[in-house]
């Protein structure tokens, strides 16, 4: 019997996250969120999150079912008032509004919070002291630009190129390496890359259990910070860097 690679990741920080996300990839305006577009964009990642046999929190399926209806709602024609009276019509939208508006403001003072606990582990204190002939400049800091709902499209493009030039291997077979066995070999890719590797020549085999494999094993070194990503514009190629010791 054929059993799935299920995988669960606590990667995705929940449905808000991905909301706000496709807001300011579109560059939607939060007060007047056309909800048409930004329901047929989540349920397409909620469908990327299903062809990675990811476990799907209920939380997603339940914004899910929220947007379709807020969507439905839109869809419905207004009545019209006898009088001339203004009466107070409630925008379906505002509740949603309300709630990405207050996690966005949460999520900006988490970020704050964690740039100040970065700069505070790189702070030591020492007697003063003079150091002739050294080079003050500030090196930039090389920092992967690349969310992981970036990960995500670039994922789906690969899963639409391979079926497209050939199809996915459909045999009945186990998996034949494990995501801690595909992090090494990632790794090693990586590190022998010096001007990076693109994300889609890390997916060397056609079989589907392989090509979600390696994507898990990418995100965990990710986490790690042994690799990061760079995208040089919006929608352009990924590249994986090794991060130097």
């Known amino acids: 019997m054929n059993q799935a690679y299920h995988v669960k990741l606590d990667a995705f920080e929940g449905p808000l996250d991905l909301l706000l996300h496709l807001i300011n990839q579109y560059e939607i305006d939060i007060y007047d969120i056309p909800m048409a577009q930004i329901t047929d964009q989540y349920m397409h990642y909620i469908h990327t999150f299903q062809r990675l046999e990811l476990n799907i929190a209920s939380e997603y399926l339940v914004m899910a079912s929220t947007l379709v209806a807020i969507k439905s709602q839109m869809l419905l024609p207004q009545m019209e008032t006898i009088d001339d009276s203004e009466e107070y019509i409630q925008d379906p939208r505002e509740e949603l509004i309300e709630r990405l508006m207050e996690y966005r403001k949460y999520k900006e003072a988490a970020g704050n919070l964690k740039e100040k606990e970065l700069e505070a582990r790189h702070t030591f204190t020492r007697p003063a002291h003079v150091f002739d002939n050294v080079d003050t400049r500030e090196l930039p800091m090389v920092k992967g630009d690349v ?87 919006h929608l352009e190629a990924i590249h994986v860097f090794y991060v130097e010791d």
């Open 147 to 233: 969310s992981v709902y970036d990960m995500l499209d670039a994922f789906e493009k690969v899963m639409e190129r391979k079926k497209w030039n050939e199809p996915l291997d459909t045999k009945i077979k186990q998996a034949e390496i494990t995501i801690e066995q595909k992090m090494e070999e990632v790794l090693l890719l990586v590190k022998q890359a010096k001007q990076g590797v693109r994300f889609d020549q890390l997916f060397s085999y056609k079989s589907r259990t392989h090509i979600v494999v390696t994507f898990m094993a990418l995100l965990e070194l990710m986490k790690k910070n042994n690799v990061y990503c760079k995208q040089t514009q």
